[in-house]
Structure formats: structure tokens, C-alpha cells
């Protein structure tokens, strides 16, 4: 290979490598106003007995493929038992973003497949989540996930770190370094645990919701997205209906707006009979038997009524139908 030639396939290998850097993550800004978000744990998966019973991609392909027509971007909450397998299918189906879920901060498996994914979907894969709710159930500790935050940062420089938490623990002073340091806030704020809740109060409900959320903003200067809020649509022996789950999620739509720094999530894609063993292990004290019922559609693929809701929201708001 002669000098010139050498030097121009040089610039061209730089210029290659320059592509692949600039076409990172998508802009966080622009997706938090534009997408419509599902927090998602796909329909195959379970965990029965301590025994898990791993996502299948064909049963994965099947959830995107039914939830596409309205949602755009999904929140996982792992990166192993098959749920690995979700940026692929969402990337085919044409999501535009994933949020990828690190369920244990401890986890090398789950750690070695989130920096895969996302050097394999850099334009797809928003952020990674480190953990879910693991601090305040004692199952970790912060210095876990800035253990792991930090390996992140040095594999992946241009990727949104964060983990997700009630939303209470972000407004303890001695959290405030921890949660300052994520690059985005993803915490979950369901008014249904709080003392004063109403089933039937949707109102107020939603107002809970997108207050705490605005105090957070007041406290932090990230973005944030609402990763878990909502009502279940049963038991109806504890007031729930499917009824009240639509009527928060019109309020919700009805008091928010789309914003460049807050989005909230819509949680979650699917009813699921098992979770309230698994709930019961991190949290006892409660039966937990509304953890089954927070779906939008039913374990079969059935849309509830919420999904009228959430179509009728869209329209109103304006949000291109996708």
C-alpha cells in the first residue's frame, strides 16, 4: 500500500470510528417529549417457587408486536433470563428507545449484557437502570450500584446511567449525593401505598403523582422519567376496578403535557399471577395480591379499558399516532 493510500484509508477508518461514537444514545431530551413509554416484563417470563422461567425471543417478538401500535420506548428490568433478547426484537419493530434494566448491580452477567446491547443498539438504547427498588428492599446497597455505575461509565462514556427507587428515598438528605450523581431520575411514585388514597379518587391521584414528581425536579437538576405509578385493575375486594385504573391514567394525561425533562411511564404492559409470591420476599408484611393486576392488557393479550384511555390521551395531546 503506497503513502497516500495508506494515509486516506486512515481518515476513512477515523471517520468510521467517529460515526460509530456520534450515533450513541438518542437524544434524551427529544424522546422524553416525544415517546410514549412502557415499563415492560414480557409475558414468558415468570418466577414460580423460586424456580425462573426465562423470556422467550418469540414470546418477546409477540408482547412488542401488540404493544407497538401504541407505545414507542419500553423500561426493562433485567438483562438476563431472556429479557436480554428484548433490544433486538424492539429494534426490528422500529421502538424508539429501550431503557435496559440491570435487575441485580451485583450481577456479571447481567453487567457484561447491558454493555453488549448497548455498544450492539447504540441508537436504540437510551439509558441503563441499575437496579430496581434493591436499596430500600435490602437487597443491595448504594455503593453496589456506584460500583457498577462507574464500570459502566468507563465501558460506556456516552450512555445515561441511573438506578430507580420509591420515590421517598430521593428526598432523604442522605441520598442526595447518591441520586445526584445518575444522569437521570427514574423513580417510581405510586400514590395506591399512600395512606390517604382513594381508588376512586383519580384526581388526586394523579396530582400526588406529577407533584412528588415536580418536587423532585425542585431538588435535582436531571431529567426524569416516572418509572412505576398506576392503579391495578383488581382486586376488586380492595376497591380496584378496571374502571379506576382508566380514570388515573386520563388525569394523568389530562395534568401532564409533553416535556423535554419529564416523561412518565406507563406501568406496566401485562398482568402477572406470579408476582405477588416474588413481591411478598422483598416486602413483607402485605399479601401484595394488586401486583398481579397492573397491566394494561391481561396475560392473555387482552386490552383493558385503559388502553382507551391512553389512545384518547394521545389523540387529544396531540402525539402522532405510531
Known sequence: MNTSRCILWLVLLSLGVMATA?????????????????????????????????????????????????????????????????????????????????????????????????????????????????????QYTPADVEKTFLRLRKELPSISLTTSEPFFLYLKPEYFDFFNKMDLLLPNIHPTFETWFNPSDAENAAAFVLNVAGKLQSRYPQPLIVKETGLPSEPASAGFTEAYQSGFWKEILKQSAPSETRSVSCFEAFDAPWKPAVTRGYFPGSDHFQEAYWG???????????????????????????
Open 22 to 138: 456520534d450515533a450513541a444514545a438518542p437524544d434524551m431530551g427529544a424522546v422524553l417529549k416525544n415517546a410514549r413509554f412502557m415499563s415492560y416484563t414480557p409475558r414468558s417470563f415468570s418466577v414460580v417457587n423460586g424456580q425462573t422461567q426465562p423470556a422467550s425471543p418469540e414470546g418477546i417478538t409477540a408482547d412488542l408486536k401488540l404493544l407497538r401500535p401504541d407505545f414507542d420506548s419500553l423500561i426493562t428490568y433485567s438483562c438476563s433470563n431472556g429479557l436480554e433478547h428484548v433490544p433486538a426484537a424492539a429494534e426490528k419493530l422500529q421502538y424508539l428507545a429501550v431503557i435496559v434494566g440491570i435487575w441485580d448491580p451485583k450481577s456479571e452477567i447481567e453487567i457484561q449484557n447491558a454493555i453488549r446491547l448497548t455498544k450492539k443498539h447504540p441508537m436504540l438504547i437510551l439509558a441503563i437502570s441499575i437496579g430496581n427498588e434493591g436499596i430500600y428492599a435490602r
Open 296 to 322: 394494561f392488557y391481561t396475560v392473555n393479550g387482552k386490552s383493558k379499558p385503559v388502553m382507551d384511555a391512553i389512545r384518547a390521551g394521545r389523540d387529544k395531546t396531540g402525539r402522532e399516532k405510531r
